[in-house]
């Protein structure tokens, strides 16, 4: 049996081209798009969430609608669609996108112990996300500096900018 990224079950999604950027940080990857929402589905190698450091594949499925936010009822949508029940929703960066994880392997199965070691953001629409607090980079200022958009923690450009 060989092991791939999650595609739709359902009528009415479109396969479209997946970004480069996506495609190289994942084993296999692809996008796929209905109506509003976009879904990127990868089979990354990704660190355990049990924070051993050990690097295993890992389903990872974000939602988006193409760059902003996916409501509840948007990820409903997804989630029947590319069967992602019971993953994990994981979100590291205060983006446009919601991201969900899940180990292959059922042995690593459990919460990512960044939810235990990292503050937990919520933003004003109750989307939530993680940052380091022992000393390693904002995540936000790391994303701004990817698109520009202001940090939300810091709302300005990062001192070593």
Known sequence: MSVSEKW???RGWEKIPTPPTVRQASVVASMWQSGRISVVSALSMADAPNGSGKVIPQWHVSVS????????RDVERARDA?????WEEDNHHPGGARH???????????????????????????????NPTNGEPCRG?????LTGKACPLHMSKPADA
């Open 8 to 10: 739709p079950s359902r």
């Open 65 to 72: 609608r193409f760059g902003k936010r996916p409501t509840d």
């Open 82 to 86: 590319f069967g992602f029940r019971g």
């Open 100 to 130: 969900f994880w899940q180990p292959v392997d059922p042995g690593e199965r459990v919460d990512c112990e960044c939810k235990a070691t990292e503050e937990t953001i919520t933003d004003p629409d109750g989307y939530r996300w993680t």
């Open 141 to 145: 200022c790391e994303l701004q500096g």
